[in-house]
């Protein structure tokens, strides 16, 4: 069946843009997650779904990064005015249940590149 | 706070050898344990978890890990190691009491080179 599908998969914006990251988790997974992996930092958690509601936001870096879930099921990632800092790979996952110990199903990401 | 350590950043081995790939964890109570390869311009895939039970946990490809409660260890192996499993390998760790969510911390990645 179908995987974690993000879109676009290369992102090439200029300093001050705004970009959006677009996920589409597998179908019937209730949990949706987002990732960031960089170079200096590996991979880090950035905000958790269920539902549509996002109940651990604990990882946006800054109020110019932000997140909604619609449907319960697609998901897109904002990042305003973009930095150079935030060049790096996001990650998006699902997983069917809720719990800690449901495995997560990763997308391939979206690189984004700010020049 | 929660945290994984993987001390080798690459691992080099010979094809038809065995591996493995070190992890260490911290964490208060009882840790859900994970590790993740990651290919080439691809995202994540899941090898195996350590919920509860028997210590060894055997996985996709063949792979298999050993959780040690008192070394805080859960070393990532594989008796016979293949040119194909040459990858970035991720060690991660979540917690039971972690909201009744998966909020993964993730190690910081130990890259597995396997030579012909």
């Known amino acids: 069946g179908a995987g974690v599908s993000q879109s676009p998969s290369n992102k090439v914006t200029e300093k001050g843009k705004d970009v959006e990251l677009r996920c589409d988790p597998i179908?019937?997974?209730?949990?949706l997650y987002w990732y960031r992996q960089s170079l200096g930092q590996g991979l880090e958690f950035l905000i958790y779904?269920?539902?549509?509601?996002?109940?651990?936001k604990s990882g946006l870096p800054s109020d110019r990064f932000s997140a909604e879930r619609t449907g319960g099921s697609v998901s897109t990632l904002t990042i305003q005015r973009t930095q150079q800092e935030d060049s790096a790979v996001y990650l998006c996952?699902?997983?069917?249940?809720?719990?800690?110990?449901?495995?997560?199903?990763f997308g391939n990401g979206t690189r984004l590149t700010v020049t | 706070a929660q945290s994984v350590a993987q001390p080798e950043d690459q691992v080099n081995v010979a094809e038809g050898n065995p591996l493995t790939v070190k992890c260490t964890y911290s964490?208060?109570?009882?840790?859900?344990l994970f590790w993740y390869v990651q290919y080439p311009n691809r995202g994540l895939q899941f090898l195996l978890k350590?919920?509860?039970?028997?210590?060894l946990v055997k996985g996709s490809y063949g792979f298999e890990a050993e959780f040690n409660k008192s070394q805080t260890s859960f070393h990532l192996k594989k008796p016979s190691a293949l040119v194909s499993d040459s990858a970035l390998y991720f060690c991660?760790?979540?917690?039971?009491?972690?909201?009744?969510?998966?909020?993964?911390?993730f190690g910081a990645g130990t890259r597995l080179a396997v030579h012909p």
């Open positions: 996952a699902s997983s069917l249940a809720q719990g800690a110990n449901s495995p997560l199903h």
């Open positions: 179908s019937g997974h209730t949990a």
């Open positions: 779904f269920q539902g549509n509601s996002a109940p651990d």
């Open positions: 964490v208060s109570g009882n840790p859900y």
């Open positions: 350590y919920i509860t039970g028997d210590n």
């Open positions: 991660a760790v979540s917690h039971v009491f972690s909201g009744g969510y998966n909020k993964l911390i």
